[in-house]
């Protein structure tokens, strides 16, 4: 009895003790389920916040990605733009280099326009000192100019041809073309062509003198022949040497140019285009000639034999035989000096 009342009680303390580990082991498991659900919640909620961070990340990439896009759109119109503008800058480059040469174009005609202007402003300039500043001297009545003319130009400005060779001059004679001719002495002599010439080669105000005006120029200076009378000392600037011979010496001819006329020694050129003033190896010219405005002598003058289309010509001093002698009457092939009187 006593055996099975141990037994049992043993038994009973073997299932209460087994009992109390069992009831252990489940506190055990439950503490672990609990560590784990809270280890599962903590993992869950650490990847929820993964996740979270995954959603806001593919957000802003797509935020990212759409700007970008909108940034390539904007990029791709700011693209486009530039090359319209680069197109219309190239044009604009193209215009304004086009209107460069052509203003370069410009600027040369124009600089040559104004060369050309210049040039003529010069020209007139001097046909207009030709034309007004004329130096002249009151001798009785008249008023003569006292130098020769020396312009090259008529006066509209046109220029009058020059001959500087001896077929030159033939050829404005066969052509009836208005020339001059330099002497070596500077004098300038005009064929009868010029000074005939419509266009005018005398300033303004001024004529050309008639034989007439030139024979009461001589006879108001006290007349004499016209190699050593009264008149040509007084209207010559220049000794007048006449040559001598066998029997006689040279004669030189003292003048005193008191009339103010200032004759200066000259030449005249042949029609065949010869100097006179080249005629001897001194190359000395002792006489002055000018045309007149008359194809015929006074009639209180010895009379020359008048040729249609022959001018008068009047000379003071000695140069050659031909001409001596005072005045005589030459074709407007000849070339001969130009002094003006007052009007």
């Known amino acids: 009895m006593k055996k099975t009342i141990v037994f049992i009680l043993t038994l009973a303390l073997v299932k209460f003790s087994f009992a109390q580990n069992k009831k252990k082991q489940i506190k055990i498991l439950n503490n672990r389920v609990d560590s ?12 929820n916040n993964e996740i979270n961070k995954l959603v806001n990340t593919t957000k802003d990439l797509e935020l990212q990605k759409a700007n970008l896009q909108n940034n390539g759109a904007v990029l791709n119109a700011t ?39 210049k040039a003529k402003l010069d020209s007139v300039n001097k046909l207009y000192e030709k034309l007004t500043k004329v130096s002249t001297v009151k001798i009785g009545t008249q008023e003569w100019m006292t130098e020769d003319i020396k312009t090259t130009v008529y006066n509209n400005g046109d220029p ?32 009868g062509f010029a000074v005939n010439d419509e266009r005018g080669i005398l300033p303004i105000g001024f004529e050309l003198p008639t034989y007439s005006q030139f024979a009461q120029l001589i006879k108001f200076l006290g007349g004499g022949e016209s190699q050593m009378g009264k008149a040509t000392k007084s209207l010559a600037t220049y000794p007048i040497i006449i040559p001598g011979n066998d029997f006689q010496k040279d004669v030189n001819l003292k003048t005193n140019g008191s009339s103010g006329f200032k004759a200066k020694a000259g030449g005249f050129v042949y029609e065949s285009g010869g100097l006179d003033n080249n005629m001897w190896e001194t190359n000395f010219c002792n006489c002055s000639y000018w045309w007149t405005a008359s194809n015929e002598v006074s009639s209180y003058e010895e009379a020359d034999v008048v040729i249609a289309g022959n001018i008068v010509v009047v000379d ?28």
């Open 316 to 343: 003071i001093g000695y140069c050659s035989q031909d001409l001596g002698g005072g005045k005589g009457l030459y074709p407007p092939t000849f070339g001969f000096a130009v002094r003006g009187i007052k009007k």
């Open 79 to 117: 693209i486009s733009d530039l090359k319209r503008n680069n197109s219309l800058l190239k044009d604009s480059l193209n215009s304004s280099l086009n209107n460069i040469i052509k203003l370069d174009s410009d600027n040369k005609r124009a600089f040559q326009k104004i060369s050309e202007l």
């Open 160 to 191: 009058i041809y020059e001959a500087k060779q001896e077929e030159q001059w033939v050829e404005c004679a066969n052509k009836k073309i208005g020339c001059y001719r330099k002497l070596s002495n500077g004098t300038l002599v005009y064929n």
């Open 36 to 47: 784990l659900k809270i280890a599962f919640q903590n993992e869950n909620s650490i990847k």
